[in-house]
């Protein structure tokens, strides 16, 4: 009964995650993820820096580079570039992530939703507002 | 006293205003009971703590500078403009106990920033103004969201919560004031 449950449990392991890996490749929503990106509008915005760093051309930015941005010694030892693979993973989990950061924020649990934001991102570097 | 006892909707929305500023005191005075939060927490857990608070301080400073932008526009008229200063009142109520806790826990709180960026050239009429704090106000509440269980503290979870609660009412009474449905989801996120 006990090798039973493992087994079951294995199996159940494997199978959730080939699930996550078919979610994570789902190709994000810009126009979702704008939605989503209200949640970032206590302390981002895409021209200017806040309580964070500014957004435009985060995509391909060397993690701790917005100039004029105080960031925490954590994120200034991250070495980091934000591309999709490093923000994905940033915004499942700040704090885990780059522990020590000041992005006190629990993350974006929904792997769906974290493409969407990353794709808002993606477009929104490119657009007027970021030129 | 209900809400239907008062002679108009605008007393009545005072009226309310200021009791909510009741119960964030009394939460407030909880938070700041101090020696169950500093008993509570204590080395890394509480340097963790103390980052959370730092960072919602950081952004409540802001939130006091933005709306001290919008009462200064020339473009909120009353009631709103009493509205904007009462919201602006519960963000120093909230700056201030943030602040004394860092302290409380063995750290420094962040200072306020000497100068904020603001979209103000998009801020035309009282609308623009209003849309612009309502999309802060829902901001401070995914922000909250977001760090209510990272706390290591409980109390301090339940104090952040507590904040969390005034956020959406303000992002609520901001939607109304707009026009919009006050709550147009039954779960943030």
Redesign the interface.
Known sequence: MVRRNARLAAWTAIAASACTVAIAATPGDAKRGAEIYTRCQACHALEYNRTGPKHCGVVGRKSGSVPGFDYSPAMKRAKLTWDPKTLDRFLADPPKTVPGTTMTYAGVPDPQERADLIAYLREAGASGACR | MSFFDYPNVVVARRAMLVRSGAVLSGAAVALLAGRDVLAATAGDAAA?DI??L???L??EY??IAAYQVGAESGLLQKPVLDLAVTFQGHHKEHADVLAKTVQKLGGTPVAAKAK??F?VATLKTQADVLNFAA??E??????Y???V??FANRDLAKAGASILGDEAMHWAILRQALGMPPVPVAFM?
Not at chain 2, 138 to 143: I, L, Q, R
């Open positions: 963790g980052r959370i730092n960072t919602a950081g952004a802001e939130a904020y960026d979209p999309t802060l829902k901001g401070a509440v995914s922000a969201l977001g760090a269980p990272l996120s």
